[in-house]
């Protein structure tokens, strides 16, 4: 039929009403020319998020705590029915000082009745988690997995049942040093059967990735403004429940990152305890407008996934492999194995993606050499074709002849369980 452009939709509307699908509007390129952020965040932002902090806000003015309101409850909008028994406690840093002020608010220490913490690893993020609890004198437990075997749920019944001291278990929602999507649901099911508290480290996945409290019940989880929400670094959020934070006073190691302090501060007067980040806020709540805007969590995690599926079967199509298999795949962040050929070398590799527009990630595994690809910020799949026909240009600059990885990758993956 003439006229057909869209999708091949080659017959009229079934019904009058019946609006054509279109394609959304393509992303524009960065207004500042520079390269995309293909990285798990900080990420792309939208020009009109950048534009947003050309202001400058009194900390203490009443302005400026609408906004910190507004910014909360907004927040409180993303997880779901049973938000009212949670709140929002935004804190200044990056994520892993809000990962250490939710450990070391929630985990009581020893004079106050100590905790124990049973931490999920799989990659990087679990092991700095353990880490934290190390260097706060809380007491833990690791189960870990290695760089890429998802944590699951009778091995957190199995623990906790060994176990009765353990009081919380810390969990990794996506793992971006590998870009898996950990299976939350059966964590945090084994967790409540067995009477423990489950934090929820979702800094590279809320937003996109659903985290309803009606559906996994946490005592609290953190993110960050600059990931899947989109804003800029400079703070991050603590959600939690109204009676674990009141029962969280004067757990805290630190003055700066006392979670229940800043919240009851925040309460009674409106204020960020300490000089918070003005211009991030502001940039952070137009963020919030777009993702709105794009249909809150459903419709970015759409757009993410939609990203992912073009970038992995293009890189495929270009002889790259993925660590992981497509049931685990994140629409965060993917993982692809490293070429065998020995022309390539990521270096080279990451400068001439550079050059074409695209900042990659080096890889984080340990037991063979990686790289990786974002897909989240302010970019779509058209982006993404691009960055995969960028691939396919290095290697050939590289004078790659196989983008094949060496046989111990291929070996590693078959461990990972069905």
């Known amino acids: 039929m003439a006229g057909c452009k869209v999708r091949k939709i080659c017959h009229p509307p079934a019904h009058p009403r019946e609006a054509a699908l279109t394609e959304p509007a393509p992303f524009p390129d960065p207004e500042m020319g520079e390269p995309f952020l293909l990285t798990p965040g900080p990420l792309t932002t ?55 002020a939710m450990i070391g608010s929630f985990v009581p220490p020893a004079g106050r009745g ?37 944590p699951r749920g009778p091995e957190v019944a199995a623990a906790l049942a060994a176990d009765p001291a353990i009081t919380h278990v810390l969990a990794i929602h996506c793992e971006t040093s590998s870009g898996i999507l950990n299976p ?10 067995a009477g423990r508290r489950l934090l929820i480290d979702s ?34 959020f603590v959600v939690a429940r109204k009676d674990a934070l009141a029962a969280a006073a004067g757990n805290s190691h630190s ?37 709105a805007a794009e249909g809150g969590v459903a419709g970015r995690g759409a757009r993410y996934g939609r990203n992912r599926d073009t970038l992995v079967a293009g890189m495929r199509a270009l ?33 001439l993606m550079k050059a074409r527009g695209f900042i990659i990630y080096p890889g984080k595994l340990t037991v063979v050499d990686s790289f990786r690809m974002g897909c989240i910020g302010a ?12 691939a396919g240009d290095a290697l050939r600059d590289m004078g790659v002849a196989s983008a094949a990885p060496p046989a111990a990758a291929r070996a590693a993956r078959t461990a990972i369980a069905p």
């Open 46 to 100: 939208a020009a009109s998020v950048k534009r947003a902090m050309l202001r400058d806000w009194g900390s203490w003015d009443g302005d400026f705590r609408a906004m910190t309101a507004r910014l909360r409850a907004g927040i409180l909008g993303l997880i779901g029915a049973g938000a009212e028994a949670y709140d929002c406690v935004p804190m200044q840093g990056s994520g892993s000082y809000l990962v250490e």
């Open 114 to 150: 100590g905790g124990k913490v049973l931490v999920l690893a799989n990659g990087a993020y679990g092991l700095r988690a353990a880490e934290t609890c190390r260097v706060l004198g809380r007491p833990y437990t690791l189960i870990d997995k290695g760089d890429y075997l998802p």
């Open 184 to 193: 939350l649901a059966e964590i945090a099911a084994a967790t409540a059967a």
């Open 203 to 236: 800094m590279s996945a809320f937003g996109a990735v659903p985290l309803e409290c009606g559906q996994i019940a946490f005592e609290a989880m953190v993110s960050s403004a600059n990931k899947c929400i989109e804003g800029v670094p400079g703070f991050g």
């Open 255 to 291: 003055l700066a990152l006392d979670v229940q302090a800043q919240w009851a501060a925040m309460n009674r007067t409106g204020q960020w305890r300490f000089t918070p980040p003005t211009h991030a806020v502001a940039a952070f709540l137009e963020a919030l407008d777009l993702h």
């Open 319 to 351: 002889g790259f492999e993925t660590l992981l298999e497509d049931r685990w795949l994140s629409p965060i962040i993917v993982t692809f194995f490293t070429p065998a050929d020995p022309a390539f070398d990521f270096a080279r590799f990451y400068e």
């Open 379 to 390: 970019l779509d799949h058209r982006v993404m074709a691009r960055a995969v026909a960028a």
